[in-house]
């Protein structure tokens, strides 16, 4: 289905989220015809924030707003669902437009597989009726959901729209870059040089793809790296709790522009727990990159104030290929909580693997590895 025939049916003014691989041609799309524009537009720094959003705009308009979201991100926003926009409550209804990840039958990475499972569940859980867009939908089946779906959001009750792989598409390439030189892959291949045999705690995405690869390259045992291959936003909080059970030991982790938004929360955690072994990397494209490009709010944002005013003891910057050898050095041999964003350009390998073990094997040699440290 083409994504003009979509949101002509949707027929809506307003749209928020978070962007989704399984989504591209309507990010795309959204990013094409209004940029982030904050009246028709925004990237939301979480599903929950953006639900929230939603539940603001038609407070204010009376007009019903658009939320999309991968599955993964049902758990952000079960609760401003059931304790905001629920009918229960303050009846705000929004229109969901979800891509459906580890759909039962079809092969997908293991972080999605249970979520894909009960995503019905989940949706009939929190009452909201849905309607599955798949490749071979017509536009006439979307418009008749859409007709049904308008006596339910009258009634103060939110509806989603279901998205198969490859169901919608959009002609238009859109290719994201920004100004800096220097490739996350490489910016990792020199926080490794510094990590040395440390442990390190990897952000969800194509980071901890690469992570995986660069070991192999490097001939590296895997068992110093914990991939956390989902939970977006997480993985400082893993850090932040290993950190302080192996007090003794340097811990790394390895985080992204649009993982650190969106619970930035964690920061002011970590900051409070004060670490003097943690280094916290955030490596800063300023886009949702792993799912297509999309940017995030990273450039008009200062991490290293935000670092700063959270509590981290040592602040680190690099913006150039030239200091990062020297920095990097500094943050290998701080003694206080240190953090580091270092600016990365957009892109990747078109060659770009995927883990060969499995979650629970990467858990198990990494468990054993750690609790061999004092």
Not at 207 to 216: D, G, K, N, V
Request: aromatic share 8%; with cysteine; proline share 3%.
């Amino acid at each position: 289905m083409k994504i003009e025939n979509f949101i002509k049916i949707i027929n809506s003014k307003f749209y928020t989220g978070v962007p989704d691989s399984q989504l591209k041609p309507l990010c795309n799309y959204l990013i094409d015809r209004y940029g982030i524009d904050y009246k028709h537009h925004i990237i939301a720094a979480n599903e929950g924030n953006a639900v929230a959003l939603a539940a603001g705009y038609y407070l204010s308009t009376k007009k019903i707003p658009v939320v999309y979201l991968q599955n993964s991100g049902l758990g952000n926003i079960v609760n401003p669902v059931a304790s905001l926009i629920n009918d229960k409550v303050y009846a705000i209804p929004v229109i969901f437009v979800i891509g459906w990840r580890g759909e039962p039958n079809i092969k997908d990475e293991p972080q999605h597989l249970f979520q894909g499972e009960i995503t019905e569940k989940l949706l009939k859980d929190l009452n909201i009726d849905y309607f599955i867009i798949s490749s071979e939908t017509s536009d006439k089946e979307v418009e008749q959901a859409k007709i049904k779906f308008n006596n339910i959001v009258n009634k103060g009750k939110s509806v989603a729209f279901l998205v198969k792989k490859g169901a919608l598409s959009f002609d238009k390439n859109l290719l994201y870059r920004n100004l800096h030189k220097i490739t996350r892959e490489e910016i990792i291949k020199y926080i490794l040089k510094f990590s040395k045999k440390s442990p390190v705690i990897s952000t969800t995405g194509k980071t901890s793809r690469e992570l995986f690869e660069i070991r192999i390259i490097n001939n590296q045992e895997h068992k110093y790296d914990f991939l956390t291959v989902g939970s977006m936003g997480h993985c400082s909080s893993v850090a932040l709790s290993i950190a302080l059970n192996k007090p003794k030991t340097k811990i790394w982790c390895i985080d992204g522009d649009g993982s650190a938004l969106m619970h930035m929360g964690a920061m002011s955690i970590i900051g409070a727990g004060n670490p003097k072994n943690l280094v916290h990397v955030v490596i800063n494209n300023c886009s949702h990159e792993s799912v297509g490009g999309m940017p995030t709010v990273a450039e008009k944002i200062s991490f290293t104030k935000i670092a700063y005013g959270c509590g981290y003891k040592k602040i680190i910057r690099i913006s150039s290929v030239k200091d990062i050898n020297e920095k990097l050095h500094q943050a290998e041999l701080s003694k206080e909580l240190t953090f580091v964003e270092i600016l990365s350009a957009i892109g990747s390998r078109s060659n770009l693997g995927r883990p060969t073990f499995s979650p629970i094997e990467n858990k198990k040699i990494f468990m054993k590895y750690i609790n061999g440290i004092k």
